[in-house]
Nanobody, 122 residues
Framework: QVQLVESGGGLVQAGGSLRLSCVAS????????MAWFRQAPGKEREFVAT????????LYADSVKGRFTISRDNAENTVYLQMNSLKPRDTAIYYC???????????????WGQGTQVTVSS
């Protein structure tokens, strides 16, 4: 089983950028599909982006397409989420997750990090 630890969250003004990191330990990182989800207060957890095992395939939610970029460094056991042109509605706790297959539903994932808070002020 892999363990995941996110970092990089914080407070940023609208239009700004943040880069989230998720470091994995345990089972071989490169054997996992990795994903980012987010959950705003009072809302359900939602899919943000996912990346295949070798990084060659990515998929994004429509709400972040063109603004966010997911990438991974298998040598560093890390997946990243570069977030540009941030908007107040991006405010949420961001979680990374690991799975054997590419899924966009949170119910399909059973390995999660603890989350990192992102707050975008207007």
């Amino acid at each position: 089983q892999v363990q995941l630890v996110e970092s990089g969250g914080g407070l940023v003004q609208a239009g700004g950028s943040l880069r989230l990191s998720c470091v994995a330990s345990g089972r071989t990182f490169s054997s996992y599909v990795m994903a980012w989800f987010r959950q705003a207060p009072g809302k359900e957890r939602e899919f943000v982006a996912t990346v295949s095992r070798n990084g060659g395939y990515t998929l994004y939610a429509d709400s972040v397409k063109g603004r966010f970029t997911i990438s991974r460094d298998n040598a560093e056991n890390t997946v990243y989420l570069q977030m540009n042109s941030l908007k107040p509605r991006d405010t949420a706790i961001y979680y990374c997750a690991a799975n054997d297959y590419i899924w966009t539903t949170p119910q399909s994932y059973d390995v999660w990090g603890q989350g990192t808070q992102v707050t975008v002020s207007s």
